[in-house]
């Protein structure tokens, strides 16, 4: 079993930032892609960035150039840096990990966090 705990969601005005963390825990919770998705009311979940199978981070086209996932290896903490953010970027946000990264892509993960609303409103 995998827990994954998401935090730093918030209300921001168009232009802001937030950082978004995710701690994952579990006997084999490191040996896991892992991955962030978001879900706006009345749509279907997707994907907004994610760790390819070489490590190197994959983006949806609406966050390219504004986000930044990253990790931190020692303390089993994934992050999203939201920068540049926009009323379409409203939704909840959700921290995953699946074992495979084509599970990550076709929004089949085997772990799911609680998720963090993110709101981004003038």
């Known amino acids: 079993q995998v827990q994954l705990v998401e935090s730093g969601g918030g209300s921001v005005q168009p232009g802001g930032s937030l950082r978004l963390s995710c701690a994952a825990s579990?006997?084999?919770?490191?040996?896991?892609?892992m991955g962030w998705f978001r879900q706006a009311s009345g749509k279907e979940r997707e994907g907004v960035a994610i760790?390819?199978?070489?490590?190197?981070?994959s983006y949806a086209d609406s966050v390219k150039g504004r986000f930044t996932i990253s990790r931190d290896a020692a303390k089993n903490t994934l992050y999203l840096q939201m920068d540049s953010l926009k009323p379409e970027d409203t939704a909840m946000y959700y921290c995953?990990?699946?074992?495979?990264?084509?599970?990550?892509?076709?929004?089949?993960?085997?772990?799911w966090g609680q998720g963090t609303q993110v709101t981004v409103s003038s």
């Open positions: 995953a990990a699946a074992s495979a990264v084509w599970k990550l892509v076709q929004v089949e993960c085997d772990y």
């Open positions: 579990g006997a084999t919770a490191s040996n896991y892609y």
């Open positions: 760790f390819e199978n070489d490590g190197s981070p």
